[in-house]
Structure formats: C-alpha cells, structure tokens
C-alpha cells in the first residue's frame, strides 16, 4: 500500500519562503505522475502544480505561477514544492497525491491514486 507523508508546513509572513516535501513509500514513485493540492477552510481542494513521473513536464495553477516550483527526486522518493513569495492566500492544507499510472502532469485531482494527510501552511499579512 502506497503511503504519503508530507513535511515542511509552518507559520511565515507574507513574502516568506518555503519547501514543502512528500516522501512516497514506494518504489513505484519513480513511474508516478505526482501533484499537490490545497485546501483552505471553507474552500473546495484546489490544485497547485503536478510534475510527470520523468520530471520533464510540470503545470500549475495560474495563482502559483512564477511563484512555486515543483520537483522531484526518484532516488528519494521524494517529491517537493518550493515555495516563494508566500500570500496570505496560500494559507491552506497542502497536500501531495501519486497516480499508479500514466505520465502526467495532471491537474485534476480525480485521476490520482494515493493521498497524504496534508501539512498546513499558514501566512500571515
């Protein structure tokens, strides 16, 4: 069974950085299209960036752009999310999601097989 398990979450200020990271149990990480995902309180989950399981081809959402950078390490299992230029806004739940399957990068949250719990970004103003 494929487990998810993300760290890096905290409390900054506004214009703050962060790197988020998503270590995959499996070794099935290598050939898995990955993505992130957010939620904030009252708000439906919202996709932030995904990345093909080469690492060649990544997408985001237009709120991240030029902001956030995803990548990933398959030696690692690790998948990762830096972030710049932090907004109240991204305030949110962050979490990574692995496709069994295909190539990617997907944004849409349906087509993913595992999920982690999640680890909270707060950014105050």
């Known amino acids: 069974q494929v487990r998810l398990e993300e760290s890096g979450g905290g409390l900054v200020r506004a214009g703050d950085s962060l790197r988020l990271s998503c270590v995959h149990s499996?070794?099935?990480?290598?050939?898995?299209?990955m993505g992130w995902f957010r939620q904030s309180p009252g708000k439906e989950s919202e996709f932030v960036g995904a990345?093909?399981?080469?690492?060649?081809?990544?997408d985001y959402a237009d709120s991240v752009k030029g902001r956030f950078t995803i990548s990933r390490d398959n030696d690692k299992r690790t998948l990762y999310l830096q972030m710049h230029d932090l907004k109240p806004e991204d305030t949110a739940v962050y979490r990574c999601?692995?496709?069994?399957?295909?190539?990617?990068?997907?944004?849409?949250?349906?087509?993913?097989?595992?999920w982690g719990r999640g680890t909270q970004v707060t950014v105050s103003s």
């Open positions: 499996a070794g099935t990480f290598r050939h898995s299209p």
């Open positions: 990345i093909s399981w080469t690492g060649f081809d990544t």
């Open positions: 999601a692995a496709r069994d399957r295909g190539n990617g990068p997907y944004a849409n949250a349906d087509l993913y097989d595992h």
